[in-house]
């Protein structure tokens, strides 16, 4: 009796160590979200490279837009303004945002048209702004939109192609 006592405690244990190593092993969101990008197969060894995330995962229930300001239209930004979204390709679909911040460091330009009136040494203001009611367009984390900020009563001044994101966690 005390042989089968001590297998079992044994067999117990070895149940815990594999269960321990499975869930060593296993991958798991610090949110709940979608996986937006998948860059490990079922079975590959996760190496902790640096740089190189296993998954990259999103909330896109709430979608935030970061929009790159021409240092020259900087003066112009106000806290809190309202603004426009419209996917490329598609002119009648438009949607309202809200200015969530205005970054304020000064970056070099990032995202090149080619065009050749364009200057590669313009430095850029990031507003960030939330995507209030999608609706049936979809957008998605990495798309370019064109984005219009209403600068207090004059036109909706158009900003650098920008890019649809996920908030930062």
Do not use: C, W
């Amino acid at each position: 009796m005390l042989f089968r006592s001590a297998s079992l405690t044994q067999a117990d244990a070895d149940v815990q160590a594999l269960q321990l190593r499975l869930d060593r092993l296993t991958i798991r969101s610090p949110i709940d979200g979608t996986v937006l990008k998948r860059n490990i197969e079922p079975g590959q060894y996760a190496s902790g490279e640096l740089g190189r995330n296993a998954m990259i995962v999103g909330d896109l229930r709430n979608l935030h837009i970061r929009a790159q300001v021409d240092e020259e239209d900087s003066p112009q930004l106000r806290a809190g303004a309202k603004g426009i979204a419209r996917l490329r390709g598609s002119i009648d679909r438009q949607h309202d945002l809200s200015m969530l911040r205005i970054e304020p460091l000064a970056l070099p330009k990032s995202q090149l048209t080619d065009r050749s009136t364009e200057r590669v040494d313009t430095r850029v203001i990031e507003v960030v702004f939330e995507l209030t009611h999608p609706g049936p367009t979809p957008f998605y984390p990495g798309q370019l939109v064109d984005v219009f900020i209403d600068t207090s009563g004059s036109e909706l001044a158009a900003t650098e192609p920008t890019s649809a994101s996920t908030p930062a966690r």
